[in-house]
């Protein structure tokens, strides 16, 4: 042992020592700039703005700068399909020649999803689950319901149910209950009401003005009579739901006869 401690003590030790450190610290080096120079740092060119053009026009501008491409889709509404929305790496990035650039089109063709349960769900409830499934709300109407909630889906006329298959982007028609069920009325007598007595009697029952027809030569808009209504009360219908447009014909009212003196 103590002969082992001598020879630390030694020239030669120190010199094999320092040696051994300065030939590691010379391997480092010469690998540090070997990987330097293999990798090219610093080197490279900026990747081209991609984003808004055509698929055709991006696939051009990459192959004429040197770079490979790989293309997904997805399918947005509001983009003309074949338009490059997204791309990776940025423009801008610092990349080698021939790295490949990753792209996102739009698609052209809309892909399928499953219409919701929208049943229970009121108008403002309805819309947000649509979004969520890709989906718009088209025309809406309402009918004579006790409830006041989605009572069907209608797509291209027809009536659709939970799972059916659309486009994603479609509109889809509601019809909604309006709360005061399947109720009716009397209906009214309007002929030989002026225009706007009949109009404070239909709103009045909870009915609705439907058609207005003018029936000869109107000189005084304030002076109509309803000379016709439909529906009209007869012997066998005499009540309508509640909701129900009244068409009416007018006329113009006749003046009343002067007095004789």
């Given amino acids: 042992m103590n002969r082992f401690w001598?020879?630390?003590?030694?020239?030669?030790?120190?010199?094999?020592?320092?040696?051994?450190?300065?030939?590691?610290?010379?391997?480092?080096?010469?690998?540090y700039l070997s990987l330097d120079y293999y990798t090219r740092h610093g080197s490279?060119?900026?990747?081209?703005?991609?984003?808004?053009?055509?698929?055709?026009?991006?696939?051009?501008?990459?192959?004429?700068?040197?770079?490979?491409?790989?293309?997904?889709?997805?399918?947005?509404?509001?983009?003309?399909?074949g338009t490059i929305v997204e791309q990776d790496p940025d423009a801008g990035t610092m990349v080698k020649a021939n790295r490949i650039i990753y792209?996102?089109?739009?698609?052209?063709?809309?892909?399928?999803?499953?219409?919701?349960?929208?049943?229970?769900?009121?108008?403002?409830e309805a819309v947000a689950t649509l979004s969520n499934y890709g989906l718009k709300v088209g025309d809406t109407s309402t009918c004579s319901d006790i409830a006041n909630h989605i009572l069907e889906v209608h797509f291209a006329g027809q009536i659709i149910k939970p799972g059916t298959k659309l486009p994603k982007g479609s509109k889809v028609d509601l019809v909604i209950g309006n709360g005061a069920g399947a109720s009716e009325v009397d209906i009214p007598d309007l002929v030989n009401q002026d225009l706007d007595a009949a109009k404070f009697v239909i709103k009045g029952a909870g009915l609705g003005i439907g058609t207005i027809t003018y029936e000869g030569t109107i000189t005084d808009s304030s002076s109509m009579v309803v000379t016709a209504q439909y529906p009209a009360k007869t012997d066998s219908t005499s009540k309508t739901s509640l909701g129900t447009k009244i068409n009416l014909t007018v006329s113009q009212a006749k003046k009343a006869d002067a007095p004789a003196n």
């Fill in 6 to 31: 001598a020879y630390l003590k030694t020239t030669s030790f120190r010199n094999t020592f320092f040696a051994a450190i300065g030939s590691v610290l010379l391997l480092v080096f010469i690998a």
């Fill in 44 to 81: 490279g060119a900026p990747v081209p703005p991609l984003k808004g053009m055509s698929v055709d026009k991006a696939i051009s501008t990459l192959t004429d700068q040197g770079f490979g491409y790989q293309i997904d889709s997805v399918y947005v509404p509001d983009q003309p399909p």
């Fill in 103 to 124: 792209l996102t089109m739009v698609t052209r063709l809309a892909p399928n999803v499953s219409l919701p349960d929208l049943e229970d769900q009121n108008y403002m």
